[in-house]
């Protein structure tokens, strides 16, 4: 008995795999978000790009031989397997592969579009709204015949605008404040004996073009004028009764600048951006108001470095 049921078991078994390995179809799905051209044995089906044209369906007669499913666009040629156990499949088509493998789909495709955006970002006629935060500030600064000092600091914000007149070249338009606040946020803080507070307003029009294939890397040079303050205070210790800054008069010097900028950025996939920004400066028209000196206009080296991030918000194209 033990046998005839293991007999009728295996017969069923066989039967049921058979019946399995003989269906008449084939179903193929194939998403495709691309413009592209797929040819399945005498079958071709062709896809614009377009949202409503992504999608389609073909039924194959059943063959126990592998059919090839051959991808096509521009002149990339790829293709994959149909294996005859494969009743139901659904195949992706990405930028330059066919796969029916849904993950690995759905990271090419993802790196596709950050690409597609990014080229999008740097072609002719594209301009870009800029809002950046150069939070990183140093200062070499000298005012008529007085000493030269060099200060750090931090906050500072920037407005700008990036015209493409040509691929991967653009002019910049900025303007932005810097400062060596002491203190990496806005908060109060406690200064003992001299401190220098210098501040920076400036514009800058400059000339940028884009280093690498991927565009990730720009430099630029051009000019800019600068409204630059240099106050020198002395606060006292309160815990020294000497109190010796106490009767020290604070200095506030005022002048305009006209020198060079160069700004070095690195870009993301999406808008973020940051970068350094040298300001070189060579001319110096200080405030004649403030001192006796005939000559205000010297011809002085001083120079701002600036550590800037911020984010690209595109307007136009």
């Avoid at 407005?159 to 040509?166: R, V």
């Avoid at 108001?289 to 918000?313: A, P, V």
């Amino acid at each position: 008995m033990i046998k005839k049921l293991l007999a009728a078991a295996i017969i069923v078994c066989l039967l049921s795999s058979c019946a399995t390995m003989n269906y008449k179809y084939q179903t193929v799905r194939i998403i495709s978000h691309e413009p592209a051209t797929v040819i399945i044995d005498s079958d071709t089906l062709t896809f614009d790009g377009g949202r409503h044209n992504k999608v389609k369906t073909v039924e194959l007669e059943w063959t126990e031989e592998n059919r090839d499913v051959i991808f096509v666009r521009g002149a990339c040629v790829d293709k994959v397997k149909l294996f005859p156990d494969m009743k139901y499949t659904t195949l992706y088509v990405s930028d330059v592969y066919i796969s029916n493998n849904r993950q690995q789909y759905i990271k090419r495709r993802h790196r596709s579009r950050l690409k597609e955006y990014a080229e999008s970002n740097y072609k002719k006629g594209v301009t870009n709204l800029r809002a950046g935060l150069p939070w990183i500030n140093f200062f070499n600064s000298a005012y008529e015949r007085q000493d030269r000092r060099s200060k750090g600091g931090f906050i500072g914000i920037s407005l700008g605008l990036d015209y493409f007149y040509a691929d991967n070249s653009f002019i910049n338009f900025s303007g932005a404040v810097i400062t060596n606040f002491p203190v990496l946020v806005p908060a109060p803080f406690d200064a003992v004996g001299r401190f220098d507070m210098m501040t920076s307003t400036y514009g800058s029009v400059s000339n940028n073009h884009l280093l690498d294939n991927n565009n990730r890397f720009s430099i630029g040079y051009g000019i800019s004028f600068g409204r630059d303050t240099w106050k020198t205070a002395w606060y006292p210790d309160h815990y020294d009764t000497g109190k010796e800054y106490s009767e020290q008069e604070s200095v506030f010097r005022k002048s305009n600048s006209l020198g060079l900028i160069i700004p070095l950025y690195y870009y993301g996939r999406r808008s973020f951006y940051m970068g350094l920004i040298y300001r070189p400066i060579f001319l110096q028209f200080a405030d004649r108001t403030r001192f006796k000196y005939r000559n205000t206009t010297h011809w002085k080296y001083q120079h701002t470095i600036s550590f800037e991030f911020g984010w690209r918000i595109r307007l136009a194209k």
